[in-house]
């Protein structure tokens, strides 16, 4: 009975996904997935037990996701870019360390769920690896979730009202982005690099490696397409592993979460502070010692998801490039950083 009921689950799941990716929501395949499970299951009250290797599979997927973030191309600019890599490493960790010390004080959150919470790397991810670390995934989930949102909706029409900038067609943006050409042909490079993720993602769980089926699946892929031309998925993968992330988040949350939304009022400020902090003071570096101009000094900085600073700073005429490479490498460093932070100050 219990399979049946995940396979309903994920069902409603992934109609909850599909809903909001059409209505263009931020992050709409795990945020429509989580309320699909919260409206079927969670409000119905319907107990569901999630099997580890359907977690480890979300796990795998989300890495090979991000690891095709690196390729050849990017990986050459990446060492020419390796001042300002290392500034916005530094500067992470630092914000994130402050802040996770802010919100514990202040809080009645144990450090684990603090250090998660102003975690500034991917709201799915996050949300995977914080139980493995005693964190309450619930409370990440929710604040991670609003950090990216508040992200999406301040700083593109603040920086464009702070710096002028003026706003080209969005339907440029995507006929760029939607005219790359692939030769390989895609089922056999996506079977080639779903084989390549699992095997890093089991190598390193089975090692015991915090987070190890994401990190072992994103070192696996991103070595994968950074030596060969075999690394690739289609783009609805991307959806594929925030719905199952939104259905692993959402079967974990109960009735009781959702009385716990008022008293995230306090957390979510010191969020809302961090953003900014996070944001001016990377800008401010980035243009002190770096030949960044101010837009593309703060949507690197900004931290929000991947593909959406970088199709929006492409909407903005910034360079489009050099955003999508700051913000792989800042939730990838968060996802190797991260787990390490949490050993020693844990």
Known sequence: MNFLWLLVMHLAAALGGYILIRLKAPAGAMVGSMLGVV??????????????????????LSGLVIGLGFSHDNFRVLVKMMGPVLVL??????????F?????????????????????????DLALIAPDFGADMEVVALLQLFRLVTVVLLFPPLI????????????????????????????FRFTITLMVALAGGLLFYYLKVPAGGILGAIFATALLNI?????GAPLVMKSVAQILVGAYIGSNLSFATLLKLPHLLLPYLILVAEIFAMGFLGAFLFTKFFAFDWPTALFC??????????????E????????????????????????????ILG
């Open 39 to 60: 409206l079927f299951f969670v409000i119905g009250r319907i107990e569901i037990t999630y099997y580890a290797p359907i977690r480890l599979i979300a796990q795998v």
């Open 89 to 98: 490493i530094a500067t992470m960790v630092v914000v994130n360390v402050a």
């Open 100 to 124: 996770a010390l802010l919100m514990y004080t202040v809080t009645d959150f144990t450090f684990m769920t603090s250090l998660f919470a102003t975690g500034l790397g991917g709201v799915a």
């Open 160 to 187: 464009k009202g702070l710096l002028g900038i003026k706003e080209d067609s969005l339907k440029s943006a995507a006929r760029a982005v939607s005219s790359e050409k692939v030769k390989t042909p895609m089922t």
């Open 227 to 231: 030596l060969s031309d075999k690394g």
């Open 301 to 314: 900085a900004a931290p929000g998801g991947v593909q959406v600073m970088g199709l929006i700073g492409q």
């Open 316 to 343: 903005y005429g910034i360079d489009a490039p050099k955003i999508v490479l700051m913000h792989t490498i800042r939730i990838f460093g968060t996802l190797v950083f991260l787990p390490i932070l949490a050993g």
